[in-house]
């Protein structure tokens, strides 16, 4: 497999005492600890995040890069490298899950992308404010299928991955529109997310495939939009299925 994998991480939230977060590296043997004890307030329990995201949120009091998360009270949460927490955003619908932080209506400035309390796809303003992303109601069926903005075509214009109701691999802009990467239900309803996964230059969309959980991707977005199966040494891969694909640049 090419280099471009070890790029990917996966960051966690779980119980181990006072401090139940930490981040992982594909090619490391052993978990990175958040040093700091994150049990004031706002804690973020390790039981209720689907998703949570890893970005620069300039409002925010804490500085650098933040792992972002929904709190124990739905709000959204960030927690520095330090393990410092801080309320970034208290959304009137909730947050069940963050996807990460980009440009999606093209005003020059970032914005937060959540789901809330109604399985709606929505974003955070750097003003505080929130709006929903027409016709985002993704939904859940036992799973939340959404993944962070990208974007695939080099247009500079970042849509939003996710998993429609009927198991297919879907983009959705800011105003809504929706495109349908494939219509034969390849998907399952968990999270996907956007790598190089095959180093060609461009982005794949992987997710967790309906096929016992292997994990297969688009290749050419937006293009042929070609379903295939991951592989490592010759042998498909099948992962711990509950929450999904997360992916992350160090």
């Known amino acids: 497999m090419s280099a471009t994998v070890r790029l990917i991480f996966h960051t966690s939230l779980r119980k181990e005492g006072s401090n139940p977060i930490f981040a992982t590296t594909v090619g490391n043997s052993e978990d990175t600890k ?13 039981n209720k995040p689907t998703r949570i995201a890893v970005g620069e949120w300039q409002p925010a009091t804490l500085s650098g890069k933040l792992i972002l998360a929904e709190s124990n009270q739905g709000n959204i949460a960030g927690v520095d490298a330090d393990g410092n927490a801080e309320v970034i955003a208290k959304p009137g619908n909730g947050c069940n899950a963050v996807m990460g932080i980009a440009d999606i209506d093209n005003d020059g400035t970032d914005e937060m992308i959540f789901f809330d309390g109604s399985q709606e796809i929505r974003y955070l303003n750097q003003d505080g404010s929130t709006e929903k992303v027409q016709t985002g109601g993704v939904g859940s069926n036992n799973g939340t299928g959404i993944g962070p903005p990208a974007d695939f075509d080099g247009n500079g214009v970042p849509r939003i991955p996710s998993i429609n109701g009927s198991q297919n691999p879907t983009l959705i802009t800011v ?3 929706k495109t349908i990467l494939n219509k034969n239900g390849v998907a399952r309803k968990a999270g996907v997310t956007p790598v190089d996964i095959d180093a060609d230059g461009d982005l794949e969309l ?6 016992g959980g292997k994990i297969r991707y688009v290749d ?5 939009n070609t379903i295939k199966t991951l592989r490592a040494d010759g042998n498909t891969i099948t992962p711990v299925e509950k929450i999904g694909l997360g992916f992350g640049r160090k």
Do not use: A, M, Q, Y
């Open 220 to 224: 050419d977005v937006l293009g042929s």
């Open 34 to 46: 958040i040093p700091k004890s994150n049990s004031t307030t706002p804690e973020i329990d390790p």
């Open 175 to 177: 105003d809504g529109n």
């Open 206 to 211: 992987l997710f967790l495939g309906n096929d």
